[in-house]
């Protein structure tokens, strides 16, 4: 139990282009889920928060224009990178907690984004 | 949220105890320890939490001081798969909210055969 999906698990685009990367629990209602970035060699970056039904809450420093989330139901959310640029190659990496203050988090398996 | 501070690496022999230490001196009383690992290029794996008492499954077991200012990981017979990147992190956790996970360097555990 408890799984975490992500799709894709990679992704190569252009410069200026868009990308949106999902994020399913595929066996719990997610009330809460988590956005990270990873870069090499780097631990994980804690991006944002969203809650099903609301809007996101982003860490300091996250551009919300640039890293748009939505959290439309309670197995889905999405994160979408608009008008990527090189800098945004990075692994991204979604959590989701199952049920309302709940203890642990699960997480997806990644995704990695190259922008060329 | 309280910092935490690991080695950045350990090694262990296979099948022996590896034993992985944590401080965490500013926790506060409503924060819990929590351990979750990476192999690597995967997403983290939920290991364990605690608040004050220890903590057992079946994955491995989690001892906290007294004073709540430091703990242990305890993976009891590791494997050559438990090489990953461990990671403690101190957190709050509501009773309307998951609290969110500061994920620091963590200890880089290598097990050898």
């Known amino acids: 139990g408890a799984v975490v999906s992500q799709h894709p698990s990679r992704v190569i685009c252009k410069s200026g282009t868009s990308v949106k990367i999902e994020c399913r629990s595929l066996d719990f209602q997610a009330t809460t889920m988590f956005w990270y970035r990873q870069f090499p060699k780097q631990s994980l970056m804690l991006m944002a928060t969203s809650n099903e039904g609301s809007k996101a809450t982003y860490e300091q420093g996250v551009e919300k224009d640039k890293f748009l989330i939505n959290h439309a139901s309670l197995t889905l959310s999405t994160l979408t990178v608009t008008s990527a640029h090189p800098e945004d190659s990075s692994f991204y990496i979604c959590s989701a907690a199952p049920g309302t203050g709940a203890y642990e988090q699960y997480f997806g398996p990644g995704t990695r984004l190259t922008v060329t | 949220d309280a910092k935490t501070t690991q080695p950045p690496s350990m090694d262990c022999a296979e099948g022996r105890a590896a034993n992985l230490p944590c401080n965490h001196s500013?926790?506060?009383?409503?924060?819990?320890v929590y351990w979750y690992r990476q192999i690597h290029s995967q997403g983290p794996q939920y290991i364990i939490h605690?608040?004050?008492n220890n903590e057992t499954n079946e994955m491995a077991s989690l001892i906290i001081t007294e004073d709540r200012k430091s703990s242990t990981l305890i993976l009891p017979h590791a494997t050559l798969r438990d090489t990953a990147v461990y990671y403690c992190?101190?957190?709050?956790?509501?009773?309307?909210?998951?609290?969110?996970?500061?994920f620091g360097q963590g200890t880089t555990l290598q097990v050898k055969p």
């Open positions: 992190i101190v957190s709050f956790r509501g009773s309307s909210n998951t609290g969110k996970l500061i």
């Open positions: 500013t926790i506060s009383g409503n924060e819990y």
């Open positions: 605690g608040l004050k």
